[in-house]
């Protein structure tokens, strides 16, 4: 194996492994009304225009402009009313100069009208409608096809389905939509001295954290977990989950695989599942810097440090992408904000920094307050609301300066 820690930037990790690992997207096709975060897979166009016809926004009466131009509180316009126009149905009459036909919102207006005058600017006598104000042709109007028009594109492939996106689709009777099937992340847990959280823990014993983390992330990614269990520190044991995990699932993750007292062994194990095998054994980057990225058979492979600090910037750095090939997403922009740091930070120029913060108000201001602690402890991300990243040519950061905080 190759010695550990010949350490590769972020980016040149990255671009390693995406040389060897272009997936090709599973499709499904699935109701549109359960499509809600799914990735669409197909192209969509419209099929119809929307509306089909022209809608009044507001209560009032359809007209033809033209018979309103000029009226005034003192001067009105008198038209004639034809009838009601009732919601959800057609217009069963058209209108002929002087006429005003009574429409709610969201109703047809009848042919022969090109505007609605709102109810407030009128007034009914009889049979007859004083309009105090003129309206503009298309004014208070929605017009066939001015939401969308037949044929039009929609949504493009890699597009994440929002609600809104939903309401849209099913307003054009689009009631099914293909999308990018979830790929399955196996997660390999393991350690002597790893037990399951409903199990009491003897001393030199920790519950299994990462295993459940890492699999949240996965589904938060789009993917599907599979979680293998606890495999103790046995190569043999170690080799047939994890050849089990690479037939069964797109992506595999080794928990505490990449620590030092198992680097070796996991290495190997993940350099045995297929070709090319470890691609990349150390990343410049903390904490996380004992990390594996590899290419088995096509399938991708990641070995994690350990300490779940370490995981969770890991997955995020590196996973959660992967996921997102396998889905054809289109990348997405992180949830980010703002805000001035509270203390100095140092760190060693040529390594990225991943620091925990926790966000404080002050004085009108936002500021991110490091949460520090080792990377072993969990409690570290759960006070923490979001990470900011010290770059790669920094010696560090200074408080009071302006941080981008990718929120949790």
Known sequence: MTELFTVHTPPAAWARFVEHFQPTVRTEQIATAEALERILAAPLTAPQNLPEFARATVDGYAVAAADTYGATPGLPAFLTLAGEVPMGKAAAFALDPGQAALVHTGGMIPPGADAVVMIEDTQRVADNIEV???????????????DIRRGQPILAVGHRLRPQDLGGLLALGITEVVVAAPPIVGIISTGDE???????????????????????????AGGRAIRYGIVPDDRTALEAVAARA????????????????????TAEVIDGLGKPGVLVH????????????AVCDGKAVFGLPGNPVSAMVIFDLFIT?????????????????MARLARNLASDSGREDYVQVRLETREGELWAVPVLGKSNLIYTLVNAEGTIKVPLDANGLRAGEWVTVVMH
């Open 132 to 146: 105090f104000r003129p309206v503009a042709e298309g004014q208070n109007v929605v017009q066939v096809g001015e």
């Open 194 to 220: 790893v037990v399951a959280p409903d199990q009491p823990v003897q001393p030199g014993q920790v519950r299994d954290i990462n295993s459940y983390t890492l699999a949240g992330l996965a589904v938060r």
């Open 321 to 337: 992408p992967a996921i997102g090939l396998l889905l054809g997403a289109q990348k997405l922009p992180q949830r980010t904000v």
């Open 282 to 293: 150390g990343v410049s980057v903390k904490p996380g810097k004992p990390t594996i990225l």
């Open 246 to 265: 690479v037939q069964e699932c797109d992506i595999v993750v080794f928990s505490a695989g990449s620590s030092v007292s198992y680097r070796d062994m």
